[in-house]
Structures are given as C-alpha cells and as structure tokens.
C-alpha cells in the first residue's frame, strides 16, 4: 500500500472476499477502507472458504496485470 501511496494513490481500499480479523486489523493501519464479505471466527485456511482455489500461474496473473493496466490508459 505504500508503493500505492509513493505513485500518487489519493486512496487506498482493500476489497477481500474472507480474512482473518487480526490481518484486517493490520491492513487497516495502511489502507484508508477495508471491506471483507466475510470474518469467520477461526480463520484456518483461506481456500477452505473457495469452491476452487487452484494455483494461478505466473503468465495468466502478468496478463491480467497488463489488462487492468491497458484498462487505465486514457
């Protein structure tokens, strides 16, 4: 979040779908919002709460990066 911050970033919100309260707590100290759908009182596994949680590769995470990106461009 302080890379964020140091590019220019006039806000800072994280959006998770399940986490732990005691990690949301930490994030809170960086991020201006935090939204989580979900805070289970033992958070024991994150892909316990996913139907699939397979490994995502390395080339489909860069090329959705460089989608979001393009997305941006004016």
């Known amino acids: 979040m302080r890379e964020l911050r140091r590019r220019g970033a006039a806000a800072v919100t994280v959006a998770v779908p399940v986490g732990a309260r005691d990690s949301l707590a930490l994030v809170r100290g960086d991020a201006d919002e935090v ?13 316990y709460w996913y139907r699939d949680f397979s490994p995502v590769g390395e080339e489909e995470v860069t090329a959705l990066l460089r989608e979001a990106e393009a997305a941006l461009r004016p």
């Not at 939204?35 to 024991?44: D, E, K, N, S, Y």
Request: glycine letters at 16%.
């Open 35 to 47: 939204v989580c759908h979900t805070i289970p009182g033992a958070l024991f596994a994150v892909g």
